[in-house]
């Protein structure tokens, strides 16, 4: 079973940066979309960011209001690893990051993956 490994989480001061990186244990079938959500305590787990309709290609980019313009994601194709780099951070962005790789159920094993988690803390 493929598990996703995610690092880069820490503490920082408002309006520094921080990067988180999210890379497979293992070998995954063909990925159509990879992304980023993030759950700040006693709230519901969110969206912020993703790359879809990869499937081979450069797919596209997604983010969500809040991290707009101030949040990046990436990848590197030949790793096949998944990044978030995260600059001019708020408080409000405290909260544990997961990392997401769904397969293509129709070209793949159509397996949907999750990292662990990664505490991003912001300090004000």
């Known amino acids: 079973q493929v598990q996703l490994i995610e690092s880069g989480g820490g503490l920082e001061q408002a309006g520094g940066s921080l990067r988180l990186s999210c890379a497979p244990s293992?070998?995954?079938?063909?990925?159509?979309?990879m992304g980023w959500y993030r759950q700040a305590p006693g709230k519901e787990r969110e969206f912020g960011a993703a790359?879809?309709?990869?499937?081979?290609?450069?797919?596209?980019?997604y983010y969500a209001d809040s991290v707009k313009g101030r949040f990046t994601i990436s990848r590197d194709t030949a790793k096949n690893i998944l990044y978030l780099e995260m600059n001019n951070l708020k408080s409000e962005d405290t909260a544990i990051y997961y990392c997401?790789?769904?397969?293509?159920?129709?070209w793949g094993r159509g397996e949907n993956y999750w990292g662990q988690g990664t505490q991003v803390t912001v300090s004000s």
């Open positions: 790359i879809r309709g990869i499937r081979g290609r450069r797919g596209t980019v």
């Open positions: 997401n790789f769904r397969e293509s159920s129709l």
């Open positions: 293992g070998r995954t079938s063909i990925v159509d979309d």
